[in-house]
Nanobody, 120 residues
Framework: QVQLAESGGGTVQDGGSLILSCSCEVSGYKYNRICMAWFRQGPGKEREAIALLTRDGRMTIANSVQGRFIISKDNENRTLYLTMTNLRPEDTAMYYC????????????YGQGTQVTVSS
């Protein structure tokens, strides 16, 4: 069982920065062996994966946020981060962290989400 809880969302101005956190409670798995990701869903849009992190630390970033967002993980504290810089109004969305316990790109666990709003 995996339980995820995001925090750190809020309202920022165009060009601003935010760091999102995702705390993880794990039962039956080792956190450092779980593949993690950040997804987002904007108003009227499909949910999209924007940052993936494998168990060995390989990072995949969506083109839409390449060069502005970084995903990272603190295994000791079981926390996932999304560092977001140079935010744009089109980044406005609900952001979710997700866990893939088998590392097969199937994310079976999601948090409740944290809202990010970028004002122009």
């Amino acid at each position: 069982q995996v339980q995820l809880a995001e925090s750190g969302g809020g309202t920022v101005q165009d060009g601003g920065s935010l760091i999102l956190s995702c705390s993880c409670e794990v039962s039956g798995y080792k956190y450092n062996r779980i593949c993690m990701a950040w997804f987002r869903q904007g108003p009227g849009k499909e949910r999209e994966a924007i940052a993936l992190l494998t168990r060995d630390g390989r990072m995949t970033i969506a083109n839409s946020v390449q060069g502005r967002f970084i995903i990272s993980k603190d295994n000791e504290n079981r926390t996932l981060y999304l560092t977001m810089t140079n935010l744009r109004p089109e980044d406005t969305a609900m952001y979710y962290c997700a866990a893939d316990v088998d590392c097969v790109y199937r994310y079976g666990y999601y948090g409740q989400g944290t809202q990010v709003t970028v004002s122009s």
